[in-house]
């Protein structure tokens, strides 16, 4: 079929992303410049939060990054922030950036050594609610010493590994890591279909426990999360004085978001509680059995190799002897010269995965931005800091929560943390009741954010990530699976912070 000039611009137009969505995007980008027209720069800057909490929501029709993409360059066209702000923005953020870029990719040489380590973990564990528990355990032990985007990579790439496993043996094909099954599921035989249906299940389940232990349990420490550190250093506490002082908030969350994982795969609920199908079982029991047969002296000497180096990686976060993403880039010159991967295309491959979401995520500190430029949040703050006094430590909890929710966390805690800093040095505010605000900000940036992909940049990691499409995790399951955890988590936070606070 032939098209016209004008028709083939239209067809290109966010390429096979449905009709609907393709108006909707068009809707909003004539919308905006009307609206800060017609009734100012905060409305349209509230209005473009949402319309890009739209795009990420429906990431499953059209990847973020071009939608998005087109919203942020609008934003800066008609002036709602300006490239200097965009650029300061991505300056404060380098760290994660570097972190994404490298850390992710270093990961990538570590996979047949994780996907060794966590075969051997699932085939040993039988019960779906204990394996749960260690997934959702052990995410939070490592997000506290690590990053939680780290984590988040590490069970990606074991979920990957799994799903490549058991797809190319049921469907006799190749199974391809950029984010697209290539092959046709009417080509696998009914029962193999019905498996892979309830593996999908599973391994959703499996991601979800471990994306909310990472936010368990990086709230605990100074490393575990960006914000953490921010505020740590504006409030001039050491590794082990921030645990103290978060640890009346932190454990209590820690233990209700355990139980509450416990509890989800006993009563089924929230679509967990999924099995791992026998069939899957046994495919993946033969897959370790022949790999632990195949397995030569070299490949031993990487597994090692990676075993070690994996090692040092904890060491090296855990005290925090470099910025995440230049340990990252360490990871990998470690991991390529001493396993011999010399040749550029094999290194370019590791990088496939993050960069698409580095992108994503410059796009979206456009977003935060316009939020900073415009003040989206000012009359939020100023209201908490009117209350009495005895009140604002819950408030800040459930106003930085919410914010998080919609808008990025260390943003939000930026914001919340330089105000409440000015009100200290004004003496509007006792340093006693500073510290009970700040243990406030930190936790409510931390703990109700799970809510959405939005608030937690490892929850949008993992959306944008290659397995999501493939294991159908989409915006809207996301959320639903995470609501159990948002429900009981800042319910939780609410009351301790009411009591220890």
């Known amino acids: ?61 059209c990847y973020p990054l071009q939608p998005g993409g087109l919203l942020a360059l609008e934003a800066v066209v008609i002036g709602l922030a300006g490239p200097d702000a965009v650029s300061h923005e991505i300056e404060s953020n380098l760290e994660v950036i570097l972190l994404l870029m490298f850390m992710v990719a270093g990961i990538y040489f570590m996979k047949s050594m994780l996907l060794w380590v966590f075969t051997k973990i ?61 092959s046709d599921d ?18 959703r389940s499996l991601l979800m426990h471990g994306a909310v232990g990472t936010a368990l349990g990086g709230v605990c420490t100074l490393v575990g999360e960006p914000q953490n550190l ?25 233990a209700a978001g355990l139980l509450t ?9 929230f679509s967990y509680g999924a099995e791992l199908p ?31 180096v994996a090692i040092f990686l904890v060491f090296a976060l855990a005290f925090h002897l470099a910025a995440v993403g230049l340990i990252g880039l360490t990871i990998i010159v470690l991991l390529t010269a001493l396993n011999g991967v010399v040749e550029e295309h094999q290194i370019g491959k590791a990088f496939e995965e993050a960069l698409p979401f580095t992108a994503l995520l410059v796009v979206f500190f456009t977003i ?34 919410l914010l998080s929710a919609i808008s990025d966390n260390v943003f939000v805690a930026t914001v919340y943390i330089n105000e409440v800093v000015e009100a200290l040095n004004a003496g509007a505010i006792s340093r006693e009741h500073f510290d009970a605000l700040a243990v406030a900000i930190n936790t409510g940036t931390n703990i109700p954010s799970v809510a959405t992909p939005n608030g937690q940049a490892a929850f949008l990691f993992l959306l944008t990530s290659a397995i999501a499409p493939l294991i159908r995790l989409s915006y809207g399951t996301m959320v639903w699976m995470a609501l159990p955890y948002t429900i009981v988590m800042s319910a939780t936070g609410v009351i301790a912070v009411n009591y220890a606070l």
């Open 1 to 61: 079929m032939t098209y016209t000039l004008p028709q083939a611009f239209v067809r290109n137009f966010l390429g096979n992303s449905p009709v609907w969505y393709k108006q909707a995007i068009i809707g909003f980008l004539v919308l905006n410049p009307i609206l800060l027209f017609a009734a100012g720069p905060v409305v349209t800057g509230w209005l473009l939060i949402f319309e890009f909490i739209f795009t990420l929501a429906l990431a499953l029709k």
């Open 230 to 254: 921010l505020i740590a250093e504006k409030a001039g506490w050491e590794f082990v004085e921030f645990f103290v002082l978060m640890a009346p908030i932190t454990m209590p969350v820690l």
């Open 368 to 401: 935060v931005s316009v939020i900073h430029e415009q003040h989206l949040f000012q009359p939020i703050i100023q209201w908490v800091l009117s209350m009495d006094e005895s009140i604002q430590p819950v408030l800040f909890f459930a106003a930085n929560g």
């Open 186 to 203: 009417n080509s696998v035989h009914e029962r193999s279909r019905s498996d892979l249906a309830q593996f999908r299940a599973f391994l």
């Open 278 to 308: 026998s069939n899957v079982r046994h495919i993946l029991e033969e897959f370790a059995a022949e790999e632990d047969k195949a397995r030569s002296m070299r490949d031993k000497a990487m597994l090692a190799t990676q075993v070690v």
């Open 261 to 269: 994982c416990f509890l989800l795969e006993k009563t089924k609920w």
């Open 122 to 182: 699932l085939l040993q564990i039988r019960s779906k609610a204990l394996l749960s528990l260690m997934f959702s355990l052990s995410a939070a032990v490592l997000s506290a010493f690590l990053d939680a985007l780290t984590v988040t990579a590490v069970l990606i790439s074991v979920a990957v590994g799994f799903y490549a496993v058991f797809h190319k043996v049921a469907s006799g094909t190749s199974f391809h890591s950029t984010g697209h099954d290539h």
